[in-house]
């Protein structure tokens, strides 16, 4: 069964989407689907508990049912920060085992494709000991990287996809998300993207404002991660 990390270069450079598009992507493909956010820093009082829309949004993408909230995001943080300080306001003390458990606990599910998102970038701090980084590591998981396309993507997407290799993982895809409709000479940034980075590329998403995971399937294939094994 098929499983992996979902990182990105950055913040903010489509994570949940492109995810959330790979998940709806292998459901019309007929394979069964779910998508994790161990840890999320950004979330909402609702009379339900704490929620991150990042983590409903990978939900609502699942097609494994019945699906509780919390075995997709069971470390729901307040404040919108780096996971390390969002904990440490929260009061709370993460480590990698206690978040890898939670994530081997929903994936007894065992989909046809479960997808583990991460929070910010590959190097981001989940206390003042661990990085986020390790929980990759820990679980085994191949990672997809998600690179959002504007000016300087090349040195940070080169970077991140040395630093996955460096930690002994597998970079089993990447995706170009086009984060700035106007930078300048964007074929060739993607053409220099798709020669140096260690990995095939899913698929190239245009910048088209208000998007979801449907249009966004359309130009991803899912295909080479339905085939692709998965150690765990």
């Given at each position: 069964m098929p499983a992996y990390f979902v990182t990105g270069t950055d913040t903010d450079v489509g994570k949940t989407l492109i995810a959330s598009a790979l998940l709806t992507a292998a459901s019309a493909a007929g394979v069964s689907t779910l998508g994790l956010k161990p840890v999320a820093a950004g979330c909402h009082d609702t009379p339900d508990g704490l929620r991150n829309?990042?983590?409903?949004?990978?939900?609502?993408?699942?097609?494994v049912t019945p699906l509780h909230y919390q075995e997709v995001n069971?470390?729901?943080?307040?404040?919108?920060?780096?996971p390390h300080i969002a904990a440490r306001e929260?009061?709370?003390?993460?480590?990698?085992?206690?978040?890898?458990?939670?994530?081997?606990g929903s994936m007894t599910r065992r989909a046809g494709l479960t997808l583990v998102e991460g929070a910010g970038g590959w190097r981001v701090p989940l206390s003042d000991?661990?990085?986020?980084?390790?929980?990759?590591?820990?679980?085994?998981?191949?990672?997809?990287?998600?690179?959002?396309?504007?000016?300087?993507?090349?040195?940070?997407?080169?970077?991140?996809?040395e630093a996955v290799l460096r930690d002994g993982l597998v970079l089993a895809g990447w995706v170009a998300?086009?984060?700035?409709?106007?930078?300048?000479?964007l074929d060739d940034n993607l053409a220099t993207l798709a020669r140096l980075l260690p990995a095939p590329c899913l698929g190239r998403v245009p910048w088209l404002p208000g998007q979801t995971a449907a249009d966004v399937a359309a130009h991803l294939d899912v295909q080479p991660l339905l085939t692709q094994?998965?150690?765990r």
């Open positions: 829309d990042d983590a409903l949004a990978l939900m609502a993408a699942s097609s069971p470390v729901a943080l307040p404040a919108a920060c780096s929260a009061g709370r003390r993460l480590t990698i085992a206690q978040i890898a458990g939670y994530c081997r000991r661990e990085l986020l980084s390790s929980l990759p590591r820990e679980l085994q998981l191949p990672v997809i990287l998600v690179v959002g396309v504007r000016l300087g993507c090349i040195n940070v997407a080169l970077l991140t996809a998300n086009v984060l700035d409709p106007d930078m300048a000479f094994p998965s150690p």
